[in-house]
T-cell receptor, first 111, second 120 residues
Framework: ELKVEQNPLFLSMQEGKNYTIYCNYSTTSDRLYWYRQDPGKSLESLFVLLSNGAVKQEGRLMASLDTKARLSTLHITAAVHDLSATYFC???????????FGEGTQLTVNP | ETGVTQSPTHLIKTRGQQVTLRCSSQSGHNTVSWYQQALGQGPQFIFQYYREEENGRGNFPPRFSGLQFPNYSSELNVNALELDDSALYLCASNGGADRSRGTGTYNEQFFGPGTRLTVL
């Protein structure tokens, strides 16, 4: 059974600081997704990572994937308050499109 | 391109009742997946429908059932509601067949706004 673990689960940081969220998963997969969720809202797709060594950046967020280590990271650069949300990683099955999600990282960026 | 829509947005039921949630997939998508998200947790896969057939099921009891229609819209039915069924129910659609893009293929799922179910 595929297991996905994120850490930390809670992250409080100051504006302007950098930090990294980690996503570990237990079995082989060739697709890793990062989503953002605001309170009471649905999931917003941030990144799709498809191959070992893949790196994608959008604004202050950068995601990477190491399939050999079964690890993805979401790096936050110079955080701003608007980034406050819960971030989920999700791993896709090798076949089919079922996603297994991590528990989420609740990020709070303080002024 | 029309996105994924769900109805209703909110619903309150009592224990033992039955509920039907609806989802319209994004235009051109033939696969619909349903997820349950309890408060403070990540979404959990319930099941998936591809071209009107169930195509995978998570660890949910048989009282969770579904349908997919010829237009690829879908319903999630839950019988004999329990308090623990209170959650946000998310529907996601994707194209089913892998789409090749750049260095790899993927089945990116697009999520609807969700239905908030409260069981009293």
């Amino acid at each position: 059974e595929l297991k996905v673990e994120q850490n930390p689960l809670f992250l409080s940081m100051q504006e302007g600081k950098n930090y990294t969220i980690y996503c570990n998963y237990s079995t082989t997969s060739d697709r890793l997704y990062w989503y953002r969720q605001d309170p009471g809202k649905s999931l917003e797709s941030l990144f799709v990572l498809l191959s070992n060594g893949a790196v994608k950046q959008e604004g202050r967020l950068m995601a990477s994937l190491d399939t050999k280590a079964r690890l993805s990271t979401l790096h936050i650069t110079a955080a701003v308050h608007d980034l406050s949300a819960t971030y989920f990683c999700a791993v896709g099955e090798t076949s089919g499109s079922r996603l297994t999600f991590g528990e989420g990282t609740q990020l709070t960026v303080n002024p | 391109e029309t996105g994924v829509t769900q109805s209703p947005t909110h619903l309150i039921k009592t224990r033992g009742q039955q509920v039907t949630l609806r989802c319209s997939s994004q235009s051109g998508h033939n696969t619909v997946s349903w997820y349950q998200q309890a408060l403070g947790q990540g979404p959990q896969f319930i099941f998936q429908y591809y071209r009107e057939e169930e195509n995978g099921r998570g660890n949910f009891p048989p009282r969770f059932s579904g349908l997919q229609f010829p237009n690829y819209s879908s319903e999630l039915n839950v019988n004999a509601l329990e308090l623990d069924d209170s959650a946000l129910y998310l529907c996601a659609s994707n194209g089913g067949a892998d789409r090749s893009r750049g260095t790899g293929t993927y089945n990116e799922q697009f999520f609807g706004p969700g239905t908030r179910l409260t069981v009293l």
